[in-house]
């Protein structure tokens, strides 16, 4: 898998570490992220490399790829909303079902979030987080 970290973060920018394992997706969206101005920190693709990086980097934002080689995503966000619950999760999946929310909710996601040639709807859960963390 290739994984790459990205230039350190602008002050006012969201911070976001992307977890996604198939490698032209995740190059997409980094691409899509950082033109909407966001500063991705991080874009890996394993459970354990997004468990380091998010660890590591501690961005606003983490989007978690559900179908990961080693690992559920909804798995990474039981173990990511225990040790770094100033992150906020949210769980991207070409795979949504009722008892698939369910679980991510459960496990620490604020919001799921299918994956969609746009992707209109990620960047719009994104900036929600933001507005959200603001007083």
Avoid: W, Y
Wanted: proline share 4%; aromatic share 2%; with cysteine.
């Amino acid at each position: 898998m290739t994984s790459f970290s990205i230039a350190e973060p602008s002050a006012a920018a969201v911070t976001v570490c992307l977890v996604e394992d198939h490698a032209q997706v995740r190059r997409q969206l980094c691409d899509l992220l950082t033109g909407a101005g966001m500063d991705v920190v991080a874009a890996v693709g394993t459970f354990r490399e997004g468990k380091v990086a998010i660890t590591d980097h501690l961005p606003d934002v983490a989007v978690i790829d559900n179908r990961l080689p080693d690992g559920s995503g909804i798995d990474l966000c039981r173990t990511l909303s225990h040790s770094t619950p100033q992150v906020t999760l949210l769980l991207h999946t070409g795979t949504l079902t009722s008892q698939v929310a369910l679980e991510a909710l459960q496990a620490g996601a604020v919001a799921v979030i299918p994956k969609s040639i746009r992707s209109d709807s990620l960047l719009e859960a994104i900036r929600n987080t933001r507005h959200d963390a603001q007083p």
